[in-house]
């Protein structure tokens, strides 16, 4: 997703992705400064992409 979004997004850009899974779109989104709306149809995969996003983000804050 990084090279996607550094050739064709700017930062501060909406994404849409209608298929959001993992999450590896809103962590990429995080990194690159757009932001994201995510849709995913099943519950379990929102939520565990949602825990992946916020575990990362205190991650990226703990380590700097």
Known sequence: YDWILNN??????K????????GSIA???Y???AHLVGIEINQK???DAKNR???FKLES???H
């Open 61 to 63: 804050i703990t380590n």
């Open 8 to 13: 064709y997004a700017k930062k501060g850009q």
């Open 15 to 22: 994404i849409l992705d209608t298929h959001l899974g993992s």
């Open 53 to 55: 996003l916020n575990n």
């Open 27 to 29: 962590i990429a989104c």
């Open 45 to 47: 995969y929102f939520e």
């Open 31 to 33: 990194n690159f400064g």
